[in-house]
C-alpha cells in the first residue's frame, strides 16, 4: 500500500471511499458527529427528492425551509431541530 498523508488529502478527488489509495477508507476517523451529520444531510435529500416525487408539480418543486421540521416528521416520524446542531438557520 502507498503512505498516504491524510491531513494533506484533497476528500474530492478521491475516486473510492471505501480506499483513499492505502487501502484505509475515507471515513476510517470520522466520529460520533460526523456520521451523524452525513445521516442527516441524507434524510434531508431523499426528504427533498421524495418531496418532489409525490408531489408531483413543476411548480412547486419545493417547500419553504420554515416548513422542514413538518415535513421531515411527516416522511421519517422523527423530529428535526436545527438547535440540535447548534444553527439557527440553514444560511
Do not use: C, H
Not at 475516486?15 to 451529520?37: R, S
Not at 442527516?40 to 412547486?60: A, G, H, I, T
Amino acid at each position: 500500500p502507498m503512505e498516504i498523508d491524510v491531513e494533506d488529502l484533497d476528500v474530492f478527488a478521491v475516486e473510492d471511499v471505501t480506499d483513499i489509495g492505502n487501502g484505509e477508507p475515507l471515513f476510517a476517523n470520522f466520529a460520533y458527529e460526523d456520521w451523524t451529520l452525513l445521516s442527516v444531510r441524507y434524510e434531508l435529500y431523499l426528504l427533498l427528492q421524495s418531496f418532489k416525487k409525490d408531489l408531483n408539480d413543476p411548480d412547486r418543486p419545493s417547500f419553504a425551509e420554515k416548513d422542514v421540521s413538518f415535513y421531515f416528521n411527516r416522511y421519517f416520524k422523527k423530529t428535526f431541530a436545527l438547535k440540535t446542531f447548534a444553527v439557527s438557520s440553514f444560511a
